[in-house]
T-cell receptor, first 114, second 111 residues
Framework: KAGVTQTPRYLIKTRGQQVTLSCSPISGHRSVSWYQQTPGQGLQFLFEYFSETQRNKGNFPGRFSGRQFSNSRSEMNVSTLELGDSALYLC?????????????FGSGTRLTVV | QKEVEQNSGPLSVPEGAIASLNCTYSDRVSQSFFWYRQYSGKSPELIMSIYSNGDKEDGRFTAQLNKASQYVSLLIRDSQPSDSATYLCAVNRKTGNQFYFGTGTSLTVIP
């Protein structure tokens, strides 16, 4: 079956702009989580959506937001971009057995802010 | 204290040796534990999961869990250069259904 699809793969944006990233989970998975990965900080949890509702949220400023649609596809938005937002953004989907099966990650979107 | 801690390495082992990766976690109610492998420039991929105390073997990989001591380890036998990657430990707590990741251990297998 198809894996987790993230688009776009690469983005270059200018400080102050906003960006929207997209994630399509594995068919049947209703939970979508977003992570930011940087060399110094590792994987940092942004938020999790389940059935169109934000279920968990990490410690990121309000510039980072997300949503989930009825087909479980999710988008993440970052407004007023800062240089420090440059990172690999990973989406992970999980099904009902996520405590057992873990996550499946997408290929990620590499965002560069200049 | 971080939820999940790993030695960042780098850890270098010769080809054919056993690589041992360790992880400790802070919350005793953690229920399931995972090891992910991440190649440079790629996304993490799940290689092992473990839920009960003891060992779990899958090919050249063995995961070990000790809930009393709150640690998880991953052994890679007959290490190959293709095992060179960063290994991430992840812990899932039923409360909040959230995963916590360590910062990863970089492993290099020297031919």
């Amino acid at each position: 079956k198809a894996g987790v699809t993230q688009t776009p793969r690469y983005l270059i944006k200018t400080r102050g702009q906003q960006v929207t990233l997209s994630c399509s989970p594995i068919s049947g998975h209703r939970s979508v989580s977003w992570y930011q990965q940087t060399p110094g900080q590792g994987l940092q949890f942004l938020f999790e959506y389940f059935s169109e509702t934000q279920r968990n949220k990490g410690n990121f400023p309000g510039r980072f937001s997300g949503r989930q649609f009825s087909n479980s596809r999710s988008e993440m938005n970052v407004s007023t971009l800062e240089l420090g937002d440059s990172a690999l953004y990973l989406c992970a989907s999980s099904g009902p057995g996520q405590g057992i099966d873990g996550y499946t990650f997408g290929s990620g979107t590499r965002l560069t802010v200049v | 204290q971080k939820e999940v801690e790993q030695n960042s390495g780098p850890l270098s082992v010769p080809e054919g040796a056993i690589a041992s990766l360790n992880c400790t976690y802070s919350d005793r109610v953690s229920q399931s534990f995972f090891w992910y492998r991440q190649y440079s420039g790629k996304s993490p991929e799940l290689i092992m999961s473990i839920y009960s105390n003891g060992d779990k073997e899958d090919g050249r990989f063995t995961a070990q869990l000790n809930k009393a001591s709150q640690y998880v380890s991953l052994l890679i036998r007959d290490s190959q250069p293709s095992d060179s990657a960063t290994y991430l430990c992840a812990v899932n707590r039923k409360t909040g259904n959230q995963f916590y990741f360590g910062t990863g251990t970089s492993l290099t297998v020297i031919p």
